[in-house]
Nanobody, 126 residues
């Protein structure tokens, strides 16, 4: 059984930083493209960032480009999202996702991913 376990969410002031993590259990982590999505209050789930399995190429939503960094540690079966210069619009529940067979055109599509974590709350507030 594949499980994605997120950690690291919390409360941070505007301009602050936070790192959230996602450990994958029960799957060959190296073969999965990993992604982060988020759902803000009253809004639809939206793509944040993704990192490919082999090439480790990364892609970001325009709203987080230059502030967020996605990475992966294949030895620890863990993906990370480093979030800097956070603002109130980043407040959301953040979900990690894993997908085995993605193509370029589907990287930002939540329906392309096979497994999901339970979500971790990130709140940006003064």
């Amino acid at each position: 059984q594949v499980q994605l376990v997120e950690s690291g969410g919390g409360l941070v002031h505007p301009g602050g930083s936070l790192r959230i993590s996602c450990e994958v259990r029960g799957a060959n982590f190296r073969t999965y493209t990993m992604a982060w999505f988020r759902r803000a209050p009253g809004k639809e789930r939206e793509f944040v960032a993704t990192i490919r399995a082999g090439s480790q190429h990364t892609y970001y939503a325009d709203s987080v480009k230059g502030r967020f960094t996605i990475s992966r540690d294949n030895a620890k079966n863990t993906a990370h999202l480093q979030m800097n210069n956070l603002n109130v619009d980043d407040t959301a529940v953040y979900f990690c996702a894993a997908g085995a067979r993605l193509i370029m055109s589907t990287l930002a599509s939540h329906s392309a991913y096979d497994y999901w974590g339970q979500g971790t709350q990130v709140t940006v507030s003064s």
